[in-house]
């Protein structure tokens, strides 16, 4: 392979070529200085975000000559000066120290423009987009997963990330008005050797760091499949979760919303300091830190889509009247404590008096396991009927029963005031009898457990589903969130009260990774209708524990419309007393 600094003419006049060819071959942007914004122009710009741009892009960056631009070299100097030519044919402003760059370290350079916002009550506020564009070059033993020596073009890590960056920056451009606040646009190098660019900026910021609001960074956004994308940070800021699923309802991306705290990539160092952020990323693959990271392999459809997602996103955010703080709770979040709160087991009111287990028959006994009663209450439903723990549950209402969730779906779910169950006692050896259990309080009217979180605001997240209850039949999911009810915004302390007095059916809109649907749930046991693609079934609900002493609470932005036992802030309400 020819090393960049021993190029020969040839081999220079063909990159050169291309860069020439690309900055001159494109319509050039134009420094935005305001003036009316109106959704036209909007999309017109958004649609200037294609793949062919995109490739354009990719071609130069990931091209063999810039011999994987890993920091300090002259391939990476050579994107670096290709991302500033770019930024000035669009008609970006200069916002580094010395004019596009900061430099720092060993020969590095963050590259940085701006749009200055439209507002002058919000343009010395700031939204940082942002992605790295340095890679491993000929890569180390400690850097590469394959053998060293090859140039390591890095086409998705994370030349996918920067030509998105250079796309965003020039759609911005070409908008009738800017945004109201303003907009950083940042280069980082060195990421590869340990985040030093995005460290770099933190320590000494080229803008006021106290009035950055948020930085959104894309890192391998090259690879998508099966439509699915890595969100992290979202719990940073009350409401961001909302906006991006918003903005998705343009493109249906199946969005994976992490609990993580990612710490190996740029947005990092801006999320040790308190300041909220985003990470997008189509996962890792065979290609990752390897010679074979190359264009071919991108997917380019997917790109333009994400690029687009984020310009659209982003320009929300730009927009919004205010935006919240970070969330000091989200140091504390993980994934572990996402799957602790969706896997406790669920507290689900009882009607009968009893708790009962699945019980496998002894020895060679062929017979399906059965339900045995572990524990009666006093004085409950079950007591009165002479139900004595120990015995075996074999129906309801002539209906065979193996499992809880069946026992609980046949007792919370019916509108009888009792039902007849055919028991064995003294576990199993006396032949079977029939006792009549009169109910206690009325059905479950969805059959769902919730929680109030604070960093989707005006929602609730659905924890658990009752099995064969409206909900379930609806498919709605733990971990989806409910956002309106009749086409009222969910007042987290007040949604047990907006469904008692919702007579069913009931409309809502529930947000299933991203994806908002809008269903229109009737009465138990009829089919629930979609009033937009997604959701089919029938629906069910009911508050959850919340976890410790986490309190879960709201903001909300958006130009599109589409921890268990109870601590100190949580509390359970049976169903009694909910809308189940």
Known sequence: MIRFSKMGAREALLF????????????????????????????????????DELLNHEAILASDELEGREAGTPGNAMAAQYIVSTLEHCGLRPAGTNGFYQPFGEGFHNVIGEIVGSDPSRRNEYIILGAHYDHVGYGTRRNVRDQPGQVHNGADDNASGT?????????????????RRTLLFVFFDAEEKGLLGSKHWVAHPTRPIEQLKLMINMDMIGRLRMDRVEMYGWRSAPGLRLVVSRANRSYGFDVEFSWMNRSDSDHAPFFWRSIPVLLLHTGLHEDYHKATDDVDKLNLEGMEQITRWVFQMS??????????????????????????????????????????????????????????????????????????????????????ITEVEDFL????????????????????????????????????????????????????????????APADGAGLEPGDYIYSVNGQPVDPDRFEEMIQQTALPVTLEVDHRGRIRVIEVPPAGTKTTSLMPGLDGTLGLRRAESAGSHSFSNWRVGRFATPHPAGKNGFVLDAAYCAS
């Open 315 to 400: 320009y929300e955010l730009a927009n919004a009247d205010d935006l919240p703080a970070f969330r000091s709770g989200v140091t504390e979040e993980s994934e572990t404590r996402r799957r602790e709160i969706l896997e406790a087991p669920p507290n689900w009111r009882n009607r009968v008096g009893v708790s009962v287990e699945r019980y496998p028959l002894p020895g060679n006994d062929t017979r399906p396991a059965v339900l045995r009663v572990s524990k009666v209450l006093f004085n409950s439903p079950a007591a009165k009927a002479g139900i004595e723990p120990g015995d075996w549950i074999l129906a309801v209402n002539d209906r065979p």
């Open 163 to 179: 030509s998105a960056l250079l796309e965003i920056a020039q759609a911005y451009t070409l908008l009738p008005q800017s945004p």
């Open 409 to 468: 779906s046949a007792t919370l779910l019916t509108s009888d005031q009792e039902i007849r169950l055919t028991l064995r006692s003294n576990n199993g050896e006396a032949p079977p009898v029939e006792k009549t259990v009169v109910l206690d309080g009325p059905p479950i009217k969805l059959g769902v457990q919730w929680m109030k979180d604070e960093a989707v605001p005006n929602a609730v997240m659905i924890t658990h589903v009752l099995k064969g």
């Open 16 to 51: 050169w070529g291309l860069l020439i060819f690309f900055l001159f071959g494109v319509p050039a942007g134009r420094t935005v200085q305001g003036g009316g914004s109106n959704d036209a122009g909007f999309v017109a710009a958004l649609h200037s975000i294609t793949r």
